[in-house]
């Protein structure tokens, strides 16, 4: 059974940080691009980052405050969250992709951790 377990979520100040993590299993990890989504109060679920073999992507709304990493090692994919802003507020959850190389396509996500940024 797969399972995506995320953990680091919290309240941050503006121009904080926080380090998600999602722990993996049921599946082999190393052989699936990943990606990271978040849902806002209100708002659809929105794409964040993704990572497969050729490298790492993101929404123009995290390009440069956002770092996504992965150790397969660990069965575990990170988000660096760097300089957050209150429109970083949401749910953050992980996703499986498809396959080794479609992080977009996802078929299976995490229950999430809540990201605040607030004063």
């Known amino acids: 059974e797969v399972q995506l377990v995320e953990s680091g979520g919290g309240l941050a100040q503006p121009g904080g940080s926080l380090r998600l993590s999602c722990a993996a299993s049921?599946?082999?990890?190393?052989?699936?691009?990943m990606s990271w989504v978040r849902q806002a109060p209100g708002k659809g679920l929105e794409w964040v980052s993704g990572?497969?073999?050729?490298?790492?992507y993101y929404a123009d709304s995290v390009k440069g405050r956002f770092t996504i990493s992965r150790d397969n090692a660990k069965n575990t994919l990170y988000l660096q969250l760097n300089s957050l802003k209150t429109e970083d507020t949401a749910m953050y959850h992980c996703?499986?992709?498809?396959?080794?190389?479609?992080?977009?396509?996802?078929?299976?996500r995490g229950q999430g951790t809540q990201v605040t940024v607030s004063y």
């Open positions: 996703a499986k992709g498809l396959d080794s190389w479609n992080y977009r396509l996802t078929t299976y």
């Open positions: 049921g599946f082999t990890f190393s052989n699936y691009a």
């Open positions: 990572i497969n073999g050729g490298g790492t």
